[in-house]
Nanobody, 118 residues
Framework: QVYLEESGGGLVQAGGSLRLSCAAS?????????????MEWYRQASGDERDLVAS???????TYADSVKGRFTISRDNAEATVSLQMDSLKPEDTAVYYC???????WGKGTLVTVSS
């Protein structure tokens, strides 16, 4: 079992920045599950589906949704079992609940709300 807890959400004006963090813990071979899988950030706006925003491989290769390329940066610290999402030049359309997930698993955090005002 892997437990994920997001933090860092809040209210910010358009053009501002936020940094989200996701801390992992667990029991059994949870560190192994983190080491071998991508770590992912998703977001879900009210009434919408949950969409993949960014992912990072165990080796550190990052991929991004087109809507956030050049503005968001994902990073991971395998020793600390954390994954972060630096969000710059935020837009009102970035408003959503942001979730982290261990790729290829059903381990999700409970989410953190990001609200960007215009």
């Amino acid at each position: 079992q892997v437990y994920l807890e997001e933090s860092g959400g809040g209210l910010v004006q358009a053009g501002g920045s936020l940094r989200l963090s996701c801390a992992a813990s667990g029991n059994g071979p949870w560190r192994y599950k983190l080491r071998i899988n991508d770590m992912e950030w998703y977001r879900q706006a009210s009434g919408d589906e949950r969409d993949l925003v960014a992912s990072i491989s165990p080796a550190g290769t990052a991929t991004y949704a087109d809507s956030v390329k050049g503005r968001f940066t994902i990073s991971r610290d395998n020793a600390e079992a954390t994954v972060s999402l630096q969000m710059d030049s935020l837009k009102p359309e970035d408003t959503a609940v942001y979730y982290c997930r261990v790729g290829n698993t059903n381990f999700w955090g409970k989410g953190t709300l990001v609200t960007v005002s215009s």
